[in-house]
């Protein structure tokens, strides 16, 4: 056995980047260390960093302290403010490469290009590219989906790290021809290009490929889809165990290749038990030879005495025969006269009589069996219920032999009962499981007919492409299995919803529409896809509420998901959003001092787009401007009471009302000098203040503390006069007592 390794299996820059700055992190203390999601795509690995002391976390929201390693995938921009905000330390491992796509994204959207995705919309790398364009990239991975886009200009195409060039090149063209003023940028990783090509070099030149990587591993997916062009025989294994030796061992040449998670350890393990198998076929061989040769030499040797015994054993037979000839002769002469007698018994006329009716006995057979129906395995035939008991249905089928039953290929249901589906008499459809079942019967089946029906339906559905009904059994790894007509089928979690799902089980047990995306009768594979029925709704709800939005129109709706820049609301099917400026009149550091996820809002449309698919939603704009409210209330001179809400060195801002605030100028605080306002000021200090200013147009007030005091001070220094009469009289007589 020939074993051909090809070039760059193995880890990738990025995947070794990460695994040791997280192995230095463990260095440094294995405490509260957290990876925010698997850190990469195998888990032999990241057991063995588990066993370290690292924890593999889909949330943080409960985590009080520690440090998040985010992986080479890389996250959202929101998911890395969240993680900050929640006082964590960031360990950043994103991939450079990734991180440049980010770049990228963010500035072109930020030009106001459309962003375009290429790639699998649930790999995490692509949600974290997402995330740089405010979650509105519209993400395809195929010529079906890029069809189905609507016209858009000025479009910014990015692509999944780790795709292939071949089928970058053929969605990003199809798109430039259906766009206007496209700017494409290849994405695919340099490494990622150069482990592509040296997997399809080996794989044209093995009899078998072994490809290396973690089952959930895209990059390891897409080196497995490449081997498949030039080679039969591909084995996708996640470690040497995954792998029957005894399988490969048929191969004289095997290639070999590695997903960018793959540590060395791993391809080592595998290379070394082929090595293994390779000195185990060399001993065999040469023990197989020695045994030939022994082989060949105690032949020989037995033809030797076996010539010799025929020799003797000759020699005793003659002499043995002459005197048996002697003994013997009268006996067989009475018998030869026995014989003669015995033939003169049997007349001329009766012999043709006896061969007529042999002749006519045969034909009499083939009568009989010409009149039977000739049947086959597998084939579907008609038959007639001549009994039904409680284990078994009894059909003639027109056949040499009648066919059985059994209760188990009745029906698909194992509690079913014969008596309860079939009756005496009745003409049914079955399929030939067996032609004898030893005793002379032929085994038969209506669940396989059932079962073949259902298949033919399917097939019609997915051509007519049809949706169909789907019952959920469970949850496994990679997606959800189903029912549908009776036939097992498979829902990728890919395709499960047009939302982002984090807990498949949720939908174990429902019943949901699906289309078929995928259908294999040979293969008995039946691919299902949730997502694009939900696509399909999802389309004639936003053209049936976009025919009904208008700009100022008040509309209600229900918050879906918070981001730190603000809150997404369904307005029935549809999602607007409201920006963190527009959620209140007050500054908010979060949308979430004002709303949470399900509440119901009343919410004006501020603008619409619908080509780029953006509503511009207001909370705010609900109710009346406190600003307006305000000025319909007080006026300069009016004193009024204030919270102070910020200190600064030239004075404080007082809150007058939600939305209203004023300033109190250092130099408006007191008659008596002081260098800043927490001198005699804290916040959340409630004070009484007079407004000394109002700029309309600039919507500022000007507040004073001091000339509250300027007022209290002239009152009490006010002369107090006497309620007196004076007469002129008075006077007179005062004037007379002076000259006096």
């Not at 405490?31 to 888990?43: C, D, E, K, T, V």
């Not at 360990?91 to 994204?105: A, M």
């Not at 498979?490 to 429902?510: M, W």
Request: aromatic share 4%; with cysteine.
């Amino acid at each position: 056995m020939k074993i051909i390794i090809a070039d760059n299996a193995g880890f990738c820059f990025g995947v070794k980047r990460a695994v040791k700055m997280t192995e230095d992190e463990l260095d440094k203390s294995s405490n509260n260390i957290y990876s925010y999601g698997p850190l990469i795509h195998n888990p032999q690995l990241v057991s063995k960093l588990e066993e370290r002391g690292l924890k593999t976390i889909k949330e943080f929201s409960n985590i009080d302290e520690g440090r998040i390693i985010v992986r080479s995938h890389g996250i959202p921009k929101s998911t890395e403010s969240s993680i900050i905000h929640n006082n964590l330390d960031l360990v950043d491992c994103t991939c450079p490469y990734v991180k440049s796509v980010h770049k990228r994204v963010e500035e072109f959207y930020h030009k106001g290009y459309n962003i375009i995705i290429i790639g699998k919309d649930t790999h995490p790398e692509v949600i974290g590219i997402n995330g740089y364009c405010n979650n509105e990239a519209i993400i395809v991975n195929s010529l079906e989906e890029v069809e189905s886009l609507p016209l858009l200009d000025k479009v910014c195409v990015v692509s999944q790290t780790t795709n292939t060039l071949e089928k970058f090149s053929k969605i990003s063209g199809a798109i430039r021809d259906k766009m206007t003023n496209v700017e494409i940028f290849n994405t695919i990783c340099n490494a990622t290009t150069v482990r592509q090509n040296s997997t399809e070099e080996v794989s044209k030149l093995v009899d078998a490929m072994v490809v290396i990587g973690g089952y959930e591993s895209s990059n390891t997916l897409k080196l497995c889809e490449i081997s498949r062009r030039h080679c039969k025989n591909v084995f996708h294994i996640e470690t040497i165990r995954d792998l029957s030796l005894q399988e490969v061992s048929k191969f004289n040449t095997i290639g070999i290749t590695a997903g960018a998670s793959t540590p060395d350890w791993i391809i080592e393990e595998a290379v070394k038990a082929m090595d293994n198998l390779n000195d185990k076929e060399m001993t065999t061989d040469m023990e197989e030879k020695e045994l030939t040769e022994e082989t060949t030499d105690t032949e020989m040797t037995n033809n030797e005495d076996h010539n010799e015994t025929t020799e003797d054993t000759k020699e005793s037979q003659d002499t043995a025969e002459t005197s048996h000839d002697d003994t013997t002769s009268e006996t067989i002469e009475e018998a030869d006269e026995d014989k003669e007698e015995a033939a003169e018994v049997v007349s001329e006329e009766e012999a043709p009589a006896s061969m007529n009716d042999e002749e006519m006995s045969m034909d009499m057979m083939a009568a009989i069996e010409s009149s039977f129906t000739r049947i086959h395995k597998g084939e579907v035939l008609k038959g007639t219920i001549l009994f039904v008991t409680d284990t078994e249905v009894m059909v003639n089928i027109n056949y040499k032999s009648d066919g059985i039953i059994n209760r188990d290929e009745l029906s698909k249901d194992p509690d079913a009962k014969p008596k309860d589906l079939y009756k005496e008499g009745e003409i049914i459809d079955v399929y030939v499981v067996r032609v004898d079942d030893g005793d002379g019967n032929v085994v038969l089946s209506t669940k396989r007919v059932d079962d073949m029906k259902g298949w033919e339906v399917l097939e019609e559905h997915f051509n007519n492409k049809d949706i169909v009904e789907a019952r959920v059994l469970n949850a496994v790894k990679g997606g959800l299995t189903v029912v549908v007509n009776d036939i097992n089928g498979f829902i990728p979690a890919s395709h499960v919803s047009a939302q982002y799902v984090t807990d498949l089980n949720q939908f174990k047990g429902q019943t949901f529409k699906v289309k078929i995306i995928d259908f294999d009768i040979q293969k008995r594979r039946v691919i299902l896809s949730r997502k694009e029925v939900e696509r399909e709704e999802l389309d004639i709800k936003r053209k049936e509420v976009w025919a009904k939005l208008e700009e100022g129109q008040l509309l209600e709706g229900v918050v879906q998901r918070l981001t730190d820049f603000g809150a997404f609301v369904d307005i029935g099917g549809v999602d607007g959003l409201i920006h963190i400026s527009d959620l209140s009149w007050n500054r908010i550091k979060h949308p979430s001092e004002v709303v949470k996820v399900g509440e119901k809002v009343e919410v004006r449309v501020l603008a619409l787009d619908e080509d780029r698919n953006r509503i511009s939603l207001g909370l705010k704009q609900t109710i009346e401007e406190p600003w307006e409210k305000f000025q319909k209330n007080v006026e300069v001179g009016s004193i009024v009471e204030g919270t102070v809400v910020n200190l600064l060195d030239f004075g404080a801002f007082v809150r007058l009302n939600d939305g209203v605030d004023g300033l109190l100028h250092v130099s408006q605080i007191s008659k008596e000098h002081i260098n800043k306002p927490s001198d005699v000021l804290k916040n959340g200090e409630k004070i009484m203040v007079k407004i000394i200013d109002v700029n309309e147009p600039e919507r500022r007030i000007s507040l004073s503390m001091k000339d509250l005091e300027e007022e209290e001070v002239e009152e009490k220094q006010a002369p107090v006069v006497e309620d007196t009469e004076v007469t002129i009289g008075d006077i007179l007589d005062s004037k007379d007592t002076i000259e006096e």
